[in-house]
T-cell receptor
Framework: AQSVTQLGSHVSVSEGALVLLRCNYS??????LFWYVQYPNQGLQLLLK??????LVKGINGFEAEFKKSETSFHLTKPSAHMSDAAEYFC?????????????FGRGTSLIVHP | SQTIHQWPATLVQPVGSPLSLECTVE??????LYWYRQAAGRGLQLLFY??????ISSEVPQNLSASRPQDRQFILSSKKLLLSDSGFYLC??????????????FGEGSRLTVL
């Protein structure tokens, strides 16, 4: 079974600073990887996904992530944080169970943005 | 376009009472449907998924059950709630088009508090 580890349950940055949210995965086969964002009391929205094409993936709201197979990582970055980026972020990896890809989620990282 | 609806959005129930959370998807046919539970600091736990009417797979043995009486309807139930059933419940769907990567689309969630 595949697994996902998100380093740091909370990350705090100043507005305008670099955002870096870390995600490492374990997989015995090339994975599909995702980042989702969750605003308070809402469902999850897809930020971006890696599906074995380009290793640098660009998503919505200025976020991007780079797939590094040698490091088994898929870290999420944004050059300049905005107050509206404050939310919970989840990394996920697809795991093929019983013939159907089902994602496994990390525990989430809460991004706090200070003015 | 496809939409997903969950209700109720918020629910407060006494221990031992029954539960019914509903989820419907519009604008697609034969979707895969999922129920996740989100507890504080514990990420998303897959509870049930369904690949078709009447087909339910349970990932975690517990006090809950799921049913899919119609193609685009997914119901989460309990006969007697426990305190530990409190949490944020998320319904999600996935469509069988193109490459199956496991990307999910989430509802807005239902917050259950058991007292």
């Amino acid at each position: 079974a595949q697994s996902v580890t998100q380093l740091g349950s909370h990350v705090s940055v100043s507005e305008g600073a670099l955002v870096l949210l870390r995600c490492n995965y374990s997989s015995s086969v090339p994975p599909y990887l995702f980042w989702y964002v969750q605003y308070p009391n809402q469902g999850l929205q897809l930020l971006l996904k890696y599906t074995s094409a380009a290793t640098l993936v660009k998503g919505i709201n200025g976020f991007e992530a780079e797939f590094k197979k040698s490091e088994t990582s898929f870290h999420l970055t944004k050059p300049s944080a905005h107050m509206s980026d404050a939310a919970e972020y989840f990394c996920a990896v697809s795991d093929k169970i019983r013939g159907s890809y089902i994602p496994t989620f990390g525990r989430g990282t809460s991004l706090i943005v200070h003015p | 376009s496809q939409t997903i609806h969950q209700w109720p959005a918020t629910l407060v129930q006494p221990v031992g009472s029954p539960l019914s959370l509903e989820c419907t998807v519009e604008g697609t046919s034969n979707p895969n449907l999922y129920w996740y539970r989100q507890a504080a600091g514990r990420g998303l736990q897959l509870l049930f998924y369904s690949v078709g009417i009447g087909q339910i797979s349970s990932e975690v043995p517990q006090n809950l059950s799921a049913s899919r009486p119609q193609d685009r309807q997914f119901i989460l139930s309990s006969k007697k709630l426990l305190l530990s059933d409190s949490g944020f419940y998320l319904c999600a769907w996935r469509e069988h088009t193109g490459v199956d990567t496991g990307e999910l689309f989430f509802g807005e969630g239902s917050r259950l508090t058991v007292l």
